[in-house]
């Protein structure tokens, strides 16, 4: 019963854009189907099996299928007119083709079954005749209602499926637009991590430190390679973004010997979360800029990582220079005029989180700054 249906609506969908071939179908289809009622309500209940009363019936029948053209006409010529006009006029047509259609049936009974003195019984024939072109005047409105409905439907449809692609677009350029914003941010700091490596391995050839020198060339060349791996990726899991940030300090640690003590403190939970490539490494890199490389005895710096209210925590603490005005100094300075590093980290994150993201800097209990981030977890994303 379903496929039949289906079956049913498919073909009505299909010829509703067909108006023509729909009315001569559905008109053919009333006529006939009103002969059959006919002879099934009149013809086998009053015994009128004879030849003149089938023939009579099938041609009152094509009378009837023949006069409904100029109706149809009719309301095709004057469908825009203003809404009471056409009630009038359909119902001025509906009395005028009813009461021709009732005289022709019954001159036409008189004709073929030799029957005389019928017109006294006009009525009786007029009466079924208005209920018969009201009917069909009834479901000729209804198919048409339902073929501009139909055809506002799938205008719709047309209008909606072209916004959802012109959207489809906009969401594709600017998500590609966003990717390579990021990826350019990203490519832009392994040329800044290179020349500031480049300048400390320099400095070890000129202290005549070849074994260190060539202790960093190694390490460099080891993160350079995980680098370049990673540079497909615009996101990572935590776990690598800590192996990346242990290969940028152990190279640095070869610059700075005992001086430089580094401490973490990761969540294991944590390690899975997705962070931007090399997030790490400048906020790494601004603590010993600013703060170990300036203090005589060098310092500690702790990376932390954890959990909370779906939000990942990361932050980055030093030991400062050892000089509060100082600190005060390099406090100021990060707001005011803020490293490459750090302006990339944040136009990256602004890229990649919008407005779901935080990043702030506060005096840390080792002495220095602490510098804090917030992210969306895989639960919460923008």
């Known amino acids: 019963m379903t496929l ?31 002969s059959v009622v006919t002879y099934v309500s009149l013809s086998l209940p009053y015994n009128q099996l004879q030849f003149a009363y089938i023939a009579h019936n099938i041609l009152q029948s094509i009378l009837g299928f023949l006069l409904s053209i100029p109706l149809r006409q009719a309301f095709k010529a004057t469908w825009n007119w203003g809404a009471a ?18 005289a022709m049936r019954l001159q036409l009974l008189m004709v073929i079954a030799d029957e005389t003195d019928l017109w006294d019984d006009f009525g009786g024939f007029l009466f079924p005749s208005l209920f018969v072109f009201l009917a ?10 339902a073929q501009l409905l139909q055809s506002e439907r799938e205008s719709l449809l047309v209008l909606e499926a072209g916004r959802r692609q012109e959207a ?15 990826k350019l941010l990203r490519y832009q700091l ?3 991590f290179l020349f500031n490596t480049l300048n400390s391995i320099a400095s070890l050839v000129s202290a005549q430190r070849s074994r260190d020198a060539q202790s960093m060339i190694a390490e460099l060349s080891t993160f350079l390679r995980f680098s370049l791996e990673s540079d497909k990726n615009i996101t990572v899991p935590l776990r690598d973004e800590i192996e990346a940030l242990d290969l940028y300090l152990r190279i640095e640690q070869v610059r700075f010997s005992d001086r430089l003590v580094v401490e973490q403190s990761i969540d294991p939970r944590a390690m899975p979360e997705q962070v931007p490539s090399l997030l790490l490494q400048p906020l790494v890199e601004n603590a010993i800029k600013h703060a170990i490389g300036r203090a005589e005895s060098g ?4 990376v932390s990582a954890s959990l909370a209210d779906q939000k990942l925590a990361l932050s980055v603490e030093d030991s400062g220079s050892g000089d509060d ?7 100021d300075e990060l707001f ?9 980290t944040v136009e990256r994150l602004e890229n990649l989180y919008g407005d779901t993201f935080s990043f702030s800097a506060a005096p840390s209990e080792l002495g220095g700054l602490k510098l804090a981030l917030h992210l969306p977890t895989r639960g919460r994303r923008p």
């Open 4 to 34: 039949g249906f289906g079956a049913f609506t498919r073909f009505f969908s299909q010829t509703v854009s067909d108006s023509d071939r729909l009315f001569w179908l559905l008109n053919t289809g009333g006529w006939l189907g009103l």
């Open 85 to 102: 006009t056409r009630v009038a006029i359909a119902i001025s047509l509906i009395l005028l083709v009813a009461t021709v259609w009732a």
């Open 136 to 145: 069909w005047v009834a479901l000729y409105h209804l198919v048409k209602y």
């Open 168 to 182: 489809f677009k906009l969401v594709s350029a600017e998500s590609a637009a966003r990717e390579a914003q990021l």
């Open 190 to 192: 392994n040329p800044h």
């Open 299 to 302: 310092g500690k710096i702790l």
């Open 325 to 331: 005005d100082q600190r005060q100094a390099e406090f």
């Open 336 to 344: 005011e005029s803020p490293g490459f590093g750090l302006r990339s």
